[in-house]
């Protein structure tokens, strides 16, 4: 009975992780913004979870800037830093969006404060959930094929596992003839694929996966580099479905 239960919940998922919050050239979320219209149409308002903090910005700021551009699409913004309950600010919401930054302080403060499951299960039940670079990279199984510098510690590195896979966003292709790029992203997801067996989705700038219900899809304007341990890296297309 539990099982079934929990399966459908599974299936009323209706999440969007994507690469990156900014193209080069263009303002913030911009180019998600008929994304974001679709995905939170009907919401009376979003719970945004600034704990990432690009830049060292502080929560204040950061929700400022979001909610700056979500009022271009009729939505309303509360940070949830302001409530005095962040659990029940959850489980109360009807919508969410986490900002990229740093993927270690936002995992941290999400474990810390007991969020983390909360959130997944909130999400679960179909409410809609927008990630954008760490906010994504907490979609997947774990956080340990994120780019960010470990600035700080976190209690464990478990993300909510929206999808059944690990997300690299902002992937980016070794540049031929370049003289030095150090350890290509490839290099070191493969280090990573040594120690689990787990897929990861090398997801470029400007695409996102679009889980609807049960069936998940990689949209946007380029393709994803799929890495599967023991198995040569392949590209995913847009609109193809994502099934391991």
Do not use: C
């Not at 009907?42 to 800037?65: C, L, M, N, Q, W």
């Not at 309950?85 to 990229?100: C, H, L, Q, S, Y």
């Not at 990861?200 to 380029?222: D, F, H, N, Q």
């Amino acid at each position: 009975m539990v099982t079934g239960y929990l399966f459908i919940l599974q299936i009323m998922k209706n999440v969007v992780l994507a690469s990156t919050s900014t193209l080069h050239g263009e303002t913030y979320l911009s180019y998600l913004l008929p994304v974001i219209s679709e995905l939170f149409a009907g919401v009376p308002e979003v719970i945004f979870i600034p704990y990432a903090r690009p830049g060292g910005i502080s929560h204040d700021e950061y929700t400022e800037k979001v909610s700056a551009v979500f009022a271009t699409a009729g939505l309303k913004v509360r940070g949830l830093h302001t409530f005095d309950d962040p659990a029940e600010a959850i489980r109360n919401g009807v919508g969410f969006f986490t900002g990229g930054g740093n993927t270690f302080l936002l995992v941290k403060q999400l474990h810390e404060q007991e969020l983390m499951d909360v959130l997944r299960w909130e999400v679960e039940k179909g409410k809609p959930y927008l990630g954008t670079s760490a906010g994504s990279n907490i979609g997947g199984v774990n956080m340990q094929t994120t780019n960010d510098m470990p600035i700080v510690y976190p209690p464990s590195f478990q993300t909510m596992g929206l999808v059944p896979f690990n997300l690299n966003p902002h992937y980016l292709d070794p540049i031929p003839d370049l003289p030095h790029m150090g350890e290509t992203r490839e290099t070191r997801i493969r280090e990573f694929q040594e120690q689990q067996d787990l897929t990861v989705v090398g997801l470029r700038e400007g695409s996102w996966i679009r889980v609807k219900e049960a069936k998940i899809t990689l949209e946007g304007s380029v393709s994803a580099r799929i890495f599967q341990r023991g198995k040569a890296a392949y590209e995913l297309e847009i609109g193809e479905e994502i099934i391991f």
